[in-house]
Antibody
Framework: EVQLVQSGAEVKKPGESLRISCTGSGYSFTSYWITWVRQMPGKGLEWMGRIDPSDSYTNYSPSFQGHVTISADKSFSTAYLQWSSLKASDTAMYYC????????????WGLGTLVTVSS | DIQMTQSPSSLSAFVGDRVTITCRASQSISSYLNWYQQKPGKAPNLLIYAASSLQSGVPSRFSGSGSGTDFTLTISSLQPDDFATYYCQQSYSTPYTFGQGTKLEIK
């Protein structure tokens, strides 16, 4: 069974750094891109960026470029999303998802990591 | 970025109704269009990929159509489990933007 297991909820202060994780199992981790999606409270889905775990090549949405970093460690079948300086506006649920096939649809999703940034 | 616009933003319907949700892209995206269902407090779930292909395990009452800029998601006979928010997503060019969502509620 394909699973993406995300790290637990985080509460941080503005200006702090953070790295959340997404560990894949039940499939060849390096064969499928991992995408990160943001969902702010009560809002819709936003595509943040993606990574090819086989070589760590990344694409970012211009809306998130420079504010987050997506990385992966294929030896641990884990992708990461990190911030060097959080803002209150980063408060959201963050999902990782597996991209599949030529359609680039997201066929398996993690349960999400809730990040709360508050002073 | 390609803008995705869904209509309506919200919809009330009865169990058993046939429902159609529309998604329009700001430029042609061929058939690179996916549909997701999201229930409160849950991760999204892929329903339709490549505009009209039913994801494995998804009930056949869900169907998708369209190409170019205009797409539809149809639920042929609403079931109680279908009341949720639905999102379209283009996967033609990055960033792979989502529509704003359509909230489907029980009438």
């Amino acid at each position: 069974e394909v699973q993406l297991v995300q790290s637990g909820a985080e509460v941080k202060k503005p200006g702090e750094s953070l790295r959340i994780s997404c560990t894949g199992s039940g499939y060849s981790f390096t064969s499928y891109w991992i995408t990160w999606v943001r969902q702010m409270p009560g809002k819709g889905l936003e595509w943040m960026g993606r990574i090819d775990p086989s070589d760590s090549y990344t694409n970012y949405s211009p809306s998130f470029q420079g504010h987050v970093t997506i990385s992966a460690d294929k030896s641990f079948s884990t992708a990461y999303l990190q911030w060097s300086s959080l803002k209150a506006s980063d408060t959201a649920m963050y999902y990782c998802a597996r991209r599949v096939g030529s359609s680039s649809a997201l066929d398996s999703w993690g349960l999400g990591t809730l990040v709360t940034v508050s002073s | 970025d390609i803008q995705m616009t869904q209509s309506p933003s919200s919809l009330s319907a009865f169990v058993g109704d046939r429902v159609t949700i529309t998604c329009r892209a700001s430029q042609s995206i061929s058939s690179y269009l996916n549909w997701y269902q999201q229930k409160p407090g849950k991760a999204p779930n892929l329903l339709i990929y490549a505009a009209s292909s039913l994801q494995s395990g998804v009930p056949s009452r869900f169907s998708g159509s369209g190409s170019g800029t205009d797409f539809t998601l149809t639920i042929s006979s609403l079931q109680p489990d279908d009341f949720a928010t639905y999102y379209c997503q283009q996967s033609y060019s990055t960033p792979y933007t989502f529509g704003q969502g359509t909230k489907l509620e029980i009438k």
